[in-house]
C-alpha cells in the first residue's frame, strides 16, 4: 500500500451525488486486465468521445484540473459495484484524495487498502472549497493533522478512523496485523466447530 | 435485546481490535471469474496458503458467453479469467463450480440453492450483490479484491460493526406487485445512499408472506440503497427451502441447526438504528426512469418534472439522467418504446421469476423490433425451466433461451445492449453504460419486462 502524509493540488469539482464505481472504470476495462494502467481509463465514458478522442468538457480534461490529487465530489461516491479498479483507476490518473459528503461503504473501504484518503466534509465546505479552486487556488489535505486547508487558508478538520489512519500513514496492510492473532483464530474455530459444526 | 444482525455478528467476533473494529469470522467466501483466480494467486504470491479452503466455493459467472451452446472459448478474454481461477482453486483445494456442470451459475443463485449459505452464517464475497444472501438470515457482504485476499489468507476480516435499519413492509399486496416492485419503492422513498453504513433488516407481514426467492431479491437491491447487508429473518419457509440441499445440514445435524435458527429473529424490542415502514397499500409496479436506482416511478405514472427535486443539485442530476436516457421531465413512462428486454441476473433470474415471466406471454409474440434474452440464473435453475416447459414458450414468443451467467446485467462477457438503445432489464443497476456503453436501462420486474417486450413498449403487466 502507497502511505499517504499529505496532498496539495487545484481541488477538482466533480460535484454530481451518486457517481458510480461504473462510471468511474467500466468493466470492460478490468476483463483480464492487471491493477496497473488503468488511469488511461478512469471515467472513460465521460473522458472520451465515442471517437476515442478526449471530450474537452469534461473537467479533468481541462486546465489546471488535469492529473491533480484531489477530487471534490458529491453524496455517495463510489456507489455501487465492489470493483477495486475504481481505486486503482483514481490513483493511476494521480488521485490521492476525494473529499465528499459521504462514499459507498465499499468503495469507501477499499481506499484504505490502497492508499487513498476519502475524507468526508459536509457538501456545504465541499461547496466553499469548489468556489475557491483554481490555478492559484490550491488546497491541502494533511492526514497527520486531519485538515483540508481551503485555498482561502481556513483550515477544517475531519475525522477519520484512527485505525485506518495509522495504517495509510505507515501504508501497513491488514493481513499481518491480522496474523497477529492466529492463536485467537484457531481458538475461535474450534470453539464455533464446537458450538455450530454445521456452520 | 439485540437485533438478528447484532446477535449473528456477535457470534463471529474472533476478538475486538478496538476503536469500534472487530476481527470477524467468515464462514463461506464465494468466488468468481473476474476477481476469484487473482485473490487466490495473490495469497500464494504472499507465500500463504488459504486458510480454510472447505468454506470456500467458486463459480465462473461475470465474463462467460451466455449465447446458446456457448463453452469458456466463446469469449476468450473470460476465459483467462476462467484458466487463472481453474488452475488456483485446484492448487489451493478450493470447490470449483466449472462452466458446465450442473452447479455453475451466478454466484448469488448458486449459494442458497445449494444450501452454502445458512442462516446465522457470516459470507463475503467480491461482489457487492452479495447482500442477496441475507434472503436466507445470513450475514453476506460484498468486499473489494483487497479485502477479498485477506479474507482467503486468514479466514477473518477486520470490519467495523455497522449501523441497523429495519425496513417494516405491512399488508397485503396488490395483484401484479412482486418483491423488485417492493424493493424498487423502498430506494425511492428512501434513496440510494439511506443505507451507507447500515445493515438492513426486512421485516412486516408483506416479507413474513414471501417465498425465499422473493426475499433473496428483497435483498439483493439492499446495496443499491447503500446497505452492504441486507437481511430477512429465518422461519418455516426458509427451512422447507433449505431442507434438502446438497449443502444443507442433514440428520441430526440439521435438528440442532434448526433449534439454533429459531433462535436467531430480532427480539420483540430490539432497538434499531433507524426503523421505518411501508404499507403495501402504497406499492403498485415500478420501473426506473433514470440512472440511479432511486430515480423510479409507478409503472403506470410519469418521469417527474425538473421543479419536483428536493434542490437545484438534484435538479441538475435529474436533468442529466433524463438527458442520458432520451426521457423529457413529466413523460408517461407507459408507452415508451422499448428495444431490448434482459430477463435475467442475481435479482430476477430464478424458477419464480421465469414462470412470472412466462405467465404473461399468453402465446404472443415478441413485438417485432424487440430483442428479448432469458438468462436463467443457473444450471439447475435451467434444467427446472426445461423441465416446466418454460424455455419452448419463451422461444415461442421469440425470446432468446441462453446460458447461465450474469451477461446483460454487467456485459462484462462480451456481451452488451447498443448505444441509443432502451433497454427494460431484471436486473439490479440503471447506471450509465451498464449494460453497454450509451445503453439506457429501465429496471423492473420479470412480468414488467416480459409485456414490455410483447408490446414493444414499456407496459403495465396489470393492463
Known amino acids: 500500500m502507497t502511505p499517504f502524509s499529505s496532498v496539495t493540488g487545484p481541488a477538482a469539482p466533480l460535484l454530481a451525488a451518486n457517481v458510480d464505481t461504473d462510471v468511474i472504470i467500466p468493466i470492460q476495462a478490468l476483463v483480464g486486465t492487471g491493477k496497473d494502467g488503468l488511469g488511461g481509463q478512469a471515467f472513460a465514458r465521460l473522458r472520451y468521445r465515442a471517437d476515442g478522442t478526449e471530450n474537452p468538457d469534461f473537467l479533468l480534461n481541462q486546465q489546471p484540473w488535469r492529473g491533480t490529487p484531489i477530487l471534490l465530489a458529491g453524496e455517495n461516491f463510489g456507489c455501487g459495484s465492489s470493483r477495486e479498479g475504481a481505486v486503482w483507476a483514481l490513483m493511476g490518473m494521480g488521485v490521492r484524495c476525494v473529499i465528499a459528503p459521504s462514499f459507498g461503504d465499499i468503495f469507501h473501504a477499499n481506499c484504505f487498502q490502497n492508499g487513498l484518503l476519502p475524507v468526508r466534509l459536509p457538501m456545504e465546505a465541499i461547496r466553499r472549497i469548489a468556489a475557491l479552486s483554481g490555478a492559484n487556488g490550491l488546497t491541502t489535505v494533511d492526514l497527520e493533522r486531519r485538515v483540508v486547508i481551503a485555498p482561502d487558508g481556513e483550515a477544517i478538520p475531519f475525522e477519520v478512523d484512527s485505525r485506518k489512519r495509522e495504517a495509510l500513514l505507515e501504508g501497513l496492510d491488514d493481513i499481518a496485523l491480522t496474523l497477529r492473532h492466529a492463536e485467537s483464530i484457531a481458538a475461535f474455530r474450534d470453539r464455533a466447530q464446537t458450538e455450530r459444526p454445521w456452520q | ?463
Open chain 2, 1 to 463: 435485546m439485540p437485533t438478528m444482525f447484532d446477535r449473528i455478528w456477535d457470534r463471529h467476533v474472533v476478538t475486538t481490535l478496538g476503536d469500534g473494529w472487530d476481527l470477524l469470522w467468515l464462514d463461506r467466501i464465494l468466488l468468481h471469474d473476474l476477481s476469484g483466480g487473482r485473490a487466490l494467486r495473490e495469497v500464494a504470491e504472499r507465500g500463504l496458503r488459504v486458510a480454510e479452503p472447505s468454506r470456500v466455493f467458486a463459480t465462473p459467472d461475470h465474463a462467460v458467453s451466455s449465447a446458446p451452446g456457448r463453452t469458456a472459448a466463446t469469449f476468450p478474454r473470460g476465459a483467462q479469467l476462467l484458466d487463472s481461477l481453474r488452475r488456483n482453486c485446484a492448487e489451493q483445494g478450493v470447490r470449483l463450480f466449472d462452466l458446465g456442470t450442473r452447479e455453475n451459475g451466478i454466484v448469488h443463485v448458486v449459494a442458497p440453492e445449494q444450501g452454502i449459505v445458512l442462516p446465522g452464517a457470516t459470507l463475503a464475497c467480491g461482489d457487492s450483490h452479495t447482500c442477496t444472501n441475507g434472503g436466507v438470515g445470513a450475514v453476506a457482504f460484498g468486499i473489494g479484491s483487497s479485502e477479498l485476499t485477506q479474507a482467503l489468507a486468514t479466514n477473518c476480516l477486520p470490519q467495523r460493526r455497522p449501523g441497523t435499519f429495519r425496513i417494516r413492509f405491512e399488508g397485503t399486496r396488490a395483484p401484479g406487485v412482486t418483491a423488485k416492485d417492493i424493493i424498487l419503492h423502498a430506494i425511492g422513498r428512501f434513496g440510494a445512499a439511506a443505507g451507507t453504513g447500515m445493515a438492513l433488516e426486512y421485516a412486516g407481514s408483506a416479507v413474513r408472506a414471501m417465498s425465499v426467492e422473493e426475499r433473496l431479491t428483497l435483498c439483493n437491491l439492499s446495496i443499491e440503497m447503500g446497505a452492504r447487508v441486507g437481511m430477512v429473518a429465518p422461519d418455516d419457509t426458509t427451512f422447507q427451502y433449505l431442507a434438502g440441499r446438497s449443502f444443507s445440514p442433514k440428520g441430526a445435524l440439521w435438528d440442532r441447526a434448526l433449534a439454533d435458527w429459531r433462535g436467531l429473529p430480532s427480539d420483540p424490542d430490539a432497538r434499531f438504528t433507524r426503523d421505518e415502514t411501508i404499507s403495501m397499500a402504497d406499492v403498485a409496479p415500478q420501473i426506473t426512469w433514470g440512472t440511479s436506482p432511486e430515480q423510479v416511478a409507478p409503472i403506470n405514472g410519469s418521469v417527474p418534472t425538473l421543479e419536483q427535486a428536493r434542490s437545484p443539485a438534484e435538479s441538475e442530476a435529474w436533468r442529466a439522467a433524463l438527458d442520458y436516457m432520451g426521457l423529457e421531465p413529466g413523460q408517461k413512462l407507459a408507452g415508451t418504446k422499448v428495444d431490448w428486454v434482459f430477463i435475467g441476473s442475481c435479482t430476477n433470474s430464478r424458477i419464480e421469476d421465469l414462470r412470472a415471466a412466462a405467465a404473461v406471454l399468453g402465446g404472443r409474440k415478441r413485438a417485432e423490433h424487440v430483442t428479448a434474452w432469458v438468462v436463467p440464473g443457473s444450471e439447475a435453475v435451467k434444467a427446472q425451466a426445461e423441465a416446466e416447459g418454460l424455455h419452448r414458450l419463451f422461444l415461442d414468443a421469440g425470446f432468446e433461451w441462453r446460458e447461465p451467467g450474469c451477461a446483460l446485467c454487467v456485459a462484462a462477457n462480451g456481451e452488451s445492449v447498443p448505444p441509443g438503445a432502451r433497454s427494460v432489464s431484471t436486473s439490479n443497476r440503471n447506471f450509465v453504460g451498464r449494460q453497454g456503453t450509451g445503453s439506457r436501462t429501465h429496471l423492473a420486474s420479470p412480468a414488467t419486462a416480459a409485456r414490455s417486450a410483447l408490446e414493444g413498449a414499456i407496459t403495465d403487466p396489470r393492463a
